[in-house]
């Protein structure tokens, strides 16, 4: 959460599915005019309870989606730091894990991170 409140310019999310909680925050930034991209799975494969969430940031002004259906882990990161974890964008998930949290402040590690998610993105994007 510290991450996502300390972004001054714009917030790149890779997660199989966001919850309420997060998506409340991620509107909150668009409309500060943060900018925001989440690379997530394709609609249909997100569970049905957080469809919703997924409709409403994909409705959101600076908020951008692209569905890539290999996102199997949590990418999260700004210009000054990222984290990565194997779970979901998901408080309660991410309270009650066991997962193994990383964070990440290394200008060459966030380098290679956004190499990464670029990997992902469609190849017009890159």
Known sequence: LELINTTKEKLS????????????????LANKGIKILIITNERS????????????LKNTKGVDIINNPRV????????QNAIYSGGNLDKK?????????TK????????????IFSILLPSFMR
């Open 72 to 79: 199997k882990f949590l990418l999260i990161f700004n210009d």
């Open 45 to 56: 494969a997100i569970p049905k309870d957080y469809r919703i969430f997924y409709d409403e």
């Open 104 to 115: 990440i402040s290394e200008s060459s590690k966030l380098n290679k991170i956004k190499e």
């Open 93 to 101: 998930e991410l309270e009650s894990s066991i997962l193994i949290e």
């Open 13 to 28: 999310i890779l997660s199989p599915k966001i919850d309420r909680f997060y998506a409340n925050e991620i509107r909150n």
